[in-house]
């Protein structure tokens, strides 16, 4: 059974540090791009980062460019989304994802990816 599990949210206070984890069973993610996306309530489910299943180019929204981090673990089959500098903007609910034809023009792209973990809650408050 192919399936994502996310890990590691939590409450958090501004300028403070998450590592989001996304697990993958049933099939290896090496082979896959791994994208993060997140909502926040009332809002459109929107693309944070992703890492290419090539070469491991990373893509990073602007919002979060030099504060998140994205990068696999191979050895754990899973892919990990470091979050510093954390902003109450930053609360959504975080998804990962996986999809096999992943660029640069479509990472942020819901519909570019296959499979989709339940997501974990990021609150950022003080």
């Known amino acids: 059974q192919v399936q994502l599990v996310e890990s590691g949210g939590g409450l958090v206070q501004p300028g403070g540090s998450l590592r989001l984890s996304c697990a993958a069973s049933g099939f290896t993610l090496d082979y896959y791009a791994i994208g993060w996306f997140r909502q926040a309530p009332g809002k459109e489910r929107e693309g944070v980062s992703c890492?290419?299943?090539?070469?491991?180019?990373?893509y990073y929204a602007d919002s979060v460019k030099g504060r998140f981090t994205i990068s696999r673990d191979n050895a754990e089959n899973a892919v990990v989304l470091q979050m510093n500098s954390l902003k109450p903007e930053d609360t959504a609910v975080y998804y990962c994802a996986a999809g096999p034809h992943v660029g640069w023009s479509s990472w942020y792209k819901r519909g570019r990816y296959d499979y989709w973990g339940q997501g974990t809650q990021v609150t950022v408050s003080s």
């Open positions: 890492i290419s299943a090539s070469d491991g180019t990373t």
